[in-house]
């Protein structure tokens, strides 16, 4: 019998990509999401795409009482839970926000999953967890640094809370941390929204391209690494929603090895910030307007992923290529423009 998947956020960038691949596997899908960062039409562009609607909460997570009517009104199997919020900027400003928003929803989530006897959740975790990494590429066994910022502190204490409920029996957790997602749906039809000015590179490349912003800033040419620029591990939005329904398996087919599984889920391949502007005009044919800027405080210099776990233990592995991230976050850039 085909498993139900309560998906936190599912109408945001990555639930919503999640939401997808989960239908088009023959899991029950429902969505909760409180539209603080998503539109309500990324649900009927889930069932252009996949054919379902699925069932569909307004909810904060943040609400206990409503929350539970979820699992009162359905019977869940496993949980993904995305609805947090996930500027690392507007985090350092407002850090009280985020503490509340990502772990009281997240504490909630777990609340009523034991009121209701559901036992399996999928964590969205990130390599900010890593900060600074002093080897690289970085493992599941690379410690912890310092937090620089409340976004980064409430990925790490999510991923303690984990590991003390897993401990004592609470729960069954997956905590996949994720490097840099970027790209959109194949059919244009989902993407990314940010609000306001972006602080992502995709998404301010792609705007700077189609002449809503004037001009991209390298944020430093004079790190140690081989053009100047930060590498980083970019990986694509539907690679990483079908890591989620690999995760979703293994739990639900009870195929973890433990209680409290992590998994690195990016493709193991640095990428600087200048050979994305030249993917970029390549693939688009749009000459990018950028300048060399200084260096971003906070910024690290190289992070990439080692994912020998996801590939050998959850049996996952990226398939699309950067071309690939360039075309479709471009294809959704233009579409968004013109509706
Ligand atoms: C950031 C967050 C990370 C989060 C991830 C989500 C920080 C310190 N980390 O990662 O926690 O999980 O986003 O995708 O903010 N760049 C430019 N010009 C720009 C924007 C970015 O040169 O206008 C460069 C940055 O210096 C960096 C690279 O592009 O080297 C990627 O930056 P970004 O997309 O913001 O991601 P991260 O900082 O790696």
Not at 42 to 67: A, M, S
Not at 113 to 130: G, H, Q, R, W
Not at 132 to 160: I, N, R
Request: glycine share 8%.
């Amino acid at each position: 019998m085909a498993a139900t998947v309560l998906v936190a956020g599912g109408l945001g960038y990555i639930g919503s990509h999640t939401s997808v691949e989960l239908i088009k596997k023959d899991f029950n899908v429902i969505v909760a999401d409180n539209l603080s960062n998503s539109e309500f039409f990324i649900l009927e562009r889930i069932e252009q795409i996949t054919g379902v609607k699925p069932i569909f909460f307004n909810v904060d997570l943040t609400d206990k009482i409503k929350t539970a009517e979820i699992f009162s009104q359905h019977p869940v199997d496993v949980v993904i839970h995305f609805a947090a919020y996930k500027s690392v900027s507007e985090s350092v400003k407002e850090p009280l926000k985020y503490f509340h928003n990502n772990l009281s929803s997240l504490i909630n989530i777990i609340e009523c999953m034991k009121d209701a006897k559901v036992s399996k959740l999928i964590f969205s975790s990130s390599a900010t967890v890593y900060g600074q990494p002093e080897k690289l590429p970085v493992t599941e066994s690379t410690p912890f640094q310092k937090a620089l910022s409340a976004y980064g502190s409430t990925k790490q204490m999510g991923e303690e809370i984990l590991e003390k409920l897993t401990a004592a029996g609470i729960i069954n957790a997956v905590s996949l941390r994720y490097f840099n997602p970027v790209g959109a749906h194949g059919s244009a039809l989902m993407g990314e929204l940010p609000i306001g000015i972006p602080n992502n590179l995709f998404p301010y490349v792609m705007q700077t391209g189609a002449g809503g912003l004037e001009q991209l800033t390298v944020y430093g040419n004079d790190y140690d690494t081989p053009d100047g620029s930060c590498l980083r591990d970019y990986i694509h939005v539907v690679d990483l929603a079908k890591a989620h329904v690999m995760a979703c398996d293994r739990l639900f087919q009870q195929k973890n090895e433990t209680s409290c599984e992590v998994f690195n889920i990016g493709t193991g391949k640095p990428t600087s910030v200048l050979e994305i502007i030249k993917v970029f005009e390549r693939c688009t044919g749009v000459k990018l307007n950028y300048k060399i800027g200084d260096r971003r405080e906070g910024d690290a210099a190289v992070v990439y992923a080692d994912i020998t776990k996801a590939n050998k233990v959850l049996g996952w592995k990226a398939e699309l290529e950067l071309d690939e991230m360039i075309k479709s976050s471009w294809k959704w850039e233009l579409s968004v423009r013109q509706s």
